[in-house]
């Protein structure tokens, strides 16, 4: 994250994790940098805002023997175009999260 406005925000630098098509692989240390929102999104949006939140990931309802509950890493994307005000429209992306060992 570089706007100047988030630099209170604290999160692990994108370095520290790496990406796959279906997973973000991080140390339990870098995991533990995430802040964690589970019920909302932060304000302050800014591109490469990172957090953490759980959630299931499969098309099992909760309590379902067969649900997957599973930690997401999530970000703020910039989608490229704007609204009526000329401010960027941000999208949330998210993917699971892994941990190595």
Not at 47 to 75: D, I, V
């Amino acid at each position: 994250m570089t706007h100047p406005l988030g630099q209170h925000w604290q999160q692990p630098k994108k370095e520290d994790i790496s990406l796959s098509l279906r997973y973000a692989w991080m140390t339990m240390e870098t995991f533990r940098k995430l802040c964690v929102y589970q019920t909302s999104t932060p304000i302050g949006v800014y591109a490469g805002k990172m957090w953490r939140m759980q959630a299931y990931t499969n098309r099992y309802p909760p309590g379902h023997p067969n649900s997957k509950h599973e930690w997401l890493l999530c970000w703020y994307q910039p989608l490229g175009e704007f609204n009526s005000r000329d401010k960027p429209i941000f999208i949330v992306d998210w993917i699971i999260i892994q941990i190595e060992p």
